[in-house]
C-alpha cells in the first residue's frame, strides 16, 4: 500500500509563491511515475507536471514558473509555484502511479488534495 499525505497551499496574491507538499509512505519502490494534478470549480482534473524515468514535464500553462522536485531522503515529492496568476486557483493533488511487485498489477494513489487560491 501506498499513502500520500499533502500539505501547503492557502491564499496569496497574484505574482506570490506556494510551495505544495507530498509525503509518500509505503511501498515506495514500486512507484513509476510521481505527479501533481489539479482541479479548478467547474472543469476536469488537469495534469500540472510528472516526474517519469528521471525527466520531468509540465504543461503549458505553468512551465517556467513551477517546479516539481523530489526528496528521496524523506520520500517527499513537492511543488514549487511561482508567479501565481489566478487561474491558478484549484484544488491540487499529488498522484503516485507503480507496479506492486508480487501481483504485477498496477495501481495509482492520490493524496487528499489541497487548496490554492490566488488573488487578483
Same mark, same amino acid.
Given at each position: 500500500q501506498v499513502r500520500l499525505v499533502q500539505s501547503g497551499g492557502g491564499l496569496v496574491q497574484a505574482g506570490g509563491s506556494l510551495r505544495l507538499s507530498c509525503a509518500v509512505s509505503g511501498?515506495?519502490?514500486?512507484i513509476n511515475t510521481m505527479a501533481w /494534478?489539479? =482541479?479548478?470549480?467547474?472543469?476536469q482534473r488537469e495534469l500540472v507536471g510528472v516526474i517519469r524515468s528521471g525527466t520531468t514535464t509540465y504543461t503549458d500553462s505553468v512551465q517556467g514558473r513551477f517546479t516539481i522536485s523530489r526528496d528521496v531522503a524523506k520520500n517527499t515529492? /513537492?511543488? =514549487?509555484m511561482n508567479a501565481l496568476k489566478p487561474e491558478d486557483t484549484a484544488v491540487y493533488y499529488c498522484n503516485v502511479e507503480g507496479v506492486w511487485p508480487v501481483t504485477g498489477r498496477a495501481y495509482d494513489?492520490?493524496?487528499?488534495?489541497t487548496q490554492v487560491t490566488v488573488s487578483s
Amino acid at each position: 500500500q501506498v499513502r500520500l499525505v499533502q500539505s501547503g497551499g492557502g491564499l496569496v496574491q497574484a505574482g506570490g509563491s506556494l510551495r505544495l507538499s507530498c509525503a509518500v509512505s509505503g511501498s515506495i519502490s514500486s512507484i513509476n511515475t510521481m505527479a501533481w /494534478y489539479r =482541479q479548478a470549480p467547474g472543469k476536469q482534473r488537469e495534469l500540472v507536471g510528472v516526474i517519469r524515468s528521471g525527466t520531468t514535464t509540465y504543461t503549458d500553462s505553468v512551465q517556467g514558473r513551477f517546479t516539481i522536485s523530489r526528496d528521496v531522503a524523506k520520500n517527499t515529492l /513537492y511543488l =514549487q509555484m511561482n508567479a501565481l496568476k489566478p487561474e491558478d486557483t484549484a484544488v491540487y493533488y499529488c498522484n503516485v502511479e507503480g507496479v506492486w511487485p508480487v501481483t504485477g498489477r498496477a495501481y495509482d494513489a492520490w493524496g487528499q488534495g489541497t487548496q490554492v487560491t490566488v488573488s487578483s
